[in-house]
T-cell receptor, first 112, second 113 residues
Framework: SQTIHQWPATLVQPVGSPLSLECTVEGTSNPNLYWYRQAAGRGLQLLFYSVGIGQISSEVPQNLSASRPQDRQFILSSKKLLLSDSGFYLC???????????FGNGTRLTVT | AQSVAQPEDQVNVAEGNPLTVKCTYSVSGNPYLFWYVQYPNRGLQFLLKYITGDNLVKGSYGFEAEFNKSQTSFHLKKPSALVSDSALYFCAVENNAGNMLTFGGGTRLMVKP
């Protein structure tokens, strides 16, 4: 069966420090991969998605970037964190376009 | 552009009573519709989906949803609510030509004993 791993679960970082969040998927190949941010426990904001290795689409221009160095690995990064980057970050994958998204357990990032 | 509206920020219901969480959508072409549930500090979990066929879709944990094309709605229902159903619920839509889900803003369900 397929599983998705996301780490770390929580992270506290100072303003101006770098960020790297990692997400890996097991049990499937060539998944579509997604990074979402959820603020204040409500709506989801799509940040990036990828349909293949090295293919990244950005939905919202901001302080973050994403990379997909391997088929089942998706990384969210920042060179210098801002206070406004605080939030709950969720990685997700799906197969064909009418299949459900499967989410990781999220990373709660607090920028101080 | 596609969109989803969940008109209620919060729904309160007593345990044992039926519950409904509302969702309306706008999309070009045929819609694919999904419901997800989120417990505190966790990722979203898939509950059910409508792709085609029977308008009444049954999903996990006793939930069901009814697709109504004329009203462009996909309301989530359960005949008898449990306290453990208390969570944040998201409706999502995409059309049959895309690979991008659009989520509603979420509805918090509170089931009181």
């Amino acid at each position: 069966s397929q599983t998705i791993h996301q780490w770390p679960a929580t992270l506290v970082q100072p303003v101006g420090s770098p960020l790297s969040l990692e997400c890996t998927v097991e049990g499937t190949s060539n998944p579509n991969l997604y990074w979402y941010r959820q603020a204040a426990g409500r709506g989801l904001q799509l940040l990036f998605y990828s349909v293949g290795i090295g293919q990244i689409s950005s939905e919202v221009p901001q302080n973050l970037s994403a990379s997909r160095p391997q088929d089942r690995q998706f990384i969210l990064s920042s060179k210098k964190l801002l206070l406004s980057d605080s939030g709950f970050y969720l990685c997700a994958w799906r197969g064909q376009h009418n299949s459900p998204l499967h989410f990781g357990n999220g990373t709660r990032l607090t920028v101080t | 552009a596609q969109s989803v509206a969940q008109p209620e920020d919060q729904v309160n219901v007593a345990e044992g009573n039926p519950l409904t969480v509302k969702c309306t959508y706008s999309v070009s072409g045929n819609p694919y519709l999904f419901w997800y549930v989120q417990y505190p500090n966790r990722g979203l979990q898939f509950l059910l989906k409508y792709i085609t066929g029977d308008n009444l879709v049954k999903g996990s944990y006793g939930f069901e949803a009814e697709f109504n094309k004329s009203q462009t709605s996909f309301h989530l229902k359960k005949p008898s609510a449990l306290v453990s159903d208390s969570a944040l619920y998201f409706c999502a839509v995409e059309n049959n030509a895309g690979n991008m889900l659009t989520f509603g803003g979420g509805t918090r369900l509170m089931v009181k004993p």
